[in-house]
T-cell receptor
Framework: GENVEQHPSTLSVQEGDSAVIKCTYS??????FPWYKQELGKRPQLIID?????GEKKDQRIAVTLNKTAKHFSLHITETQPEDSAVYFC?????????????FGTGTRLQVTL | DGGITQSPKYLFRKEGQNVTLSCEQN?????MYWYRQDPGQGLRLIYY???????QKGDIAEGYSVSREKKESFPLTVTSAQKNPTAFYLC????????FGPGTRLTVL
């Protein structure tokens, strides 16, 4: 089955700096890659996603890049703010009808310091 | 996210008891999922259902059971066979994009 590895497990940046979180996946048939942000005690919330027919997607300070050949995708957060502090999860999925389910990475705890 | 509700928010169980966690969605999604999250850990898939009256085991199904009698409902029962059930349980639904419910925090006394 699919395996998703996520690095780093923890990341500390100063406010205003950029943060990058990287994920690799194993199944070349995967074609959908979402990113979720989870604040302490809350539910994971989708912040951005990308499909395999696109190489990059941006939404204000957040961007995701996908390299299908290398089977890796990354989350980029620019001009980080204290409210960006949270755990971030990447995930991968291949649409195979009844077997469709996300495989999650192990998470990255991002701390934005003042 | 507001279209997925879970109840109760907090649940306390004595050892040996079965408990049922509720998950309801009004998003008309076909697919629903249950995850378990231990403190400081990631999301582990317990069960999922792509259609009414059908469901599949996830990675950690032992000690859990589910039903999918209605499209909008996917209750999870934590049985006494689950030896360490204390965790944060998250329900999700999807139609392409997956959204999570607010979660139920289960504690065994």
């Amino acid at each position: 089955g699919e395996n998703v590895e996520q690095h780093p497990s923890t990341l500390s940046v100063q406010e205003g700096d950029s943060a990058v979180i990287k994920c690799t996946y194993s199944d070349s048939a995967s074609n959908y890659f979402p990113w979720y942000k989870q604040e302490l005690g809350k539910r994971p919330q989708l912040i951005i996603d990308i499909r395999s027919n696109v190489g990059e997607k941006k939404d204000q300070r957040i961007a995701v890049t996908l390299n299908k050949t290398a089977k890796h995708f990354s989350l980029h957060i620019t001009e980080t703010q204290p409210e960006d502090s949270a755990v971030y999860f990447c995930a991968a999925r291949k649409n195979t009808g009844t077997a469709s389910k996300l495989t999650f990475g192990t998470g990255t705890r991002l701390q934005v310091t003042l | 996210d507001g279209g997925i509700t879970q109840s109760p928010k907090y649940l306390f169980r004595k050892e040996g008891q079965n408990v049922t966690l509720s998950c309801e969605q009004n998003l008309n999604h076909d697919a629903m999922y249950w995850y378990r999250q231990d403190p400081g850990q990631g999301l582990r898939l317990i069960y999922y259902s792509q259609i009414v009256n059908d469901f599949q085991k996830g990675d950690i199904a032992e000690g859990y059971s589910v039903s999918r009698e209605k499209k909008e409902s996917f209750p999870l029962t934590v049985t006494s066979a689950q030896k360490n059930p204390t965790a944060f349980y998250l329900c999700a639904s999807a139609s392409g994009t997956q959204y999570f419910g607010p979660g139920t925090r289960l504690t065994v006394l």
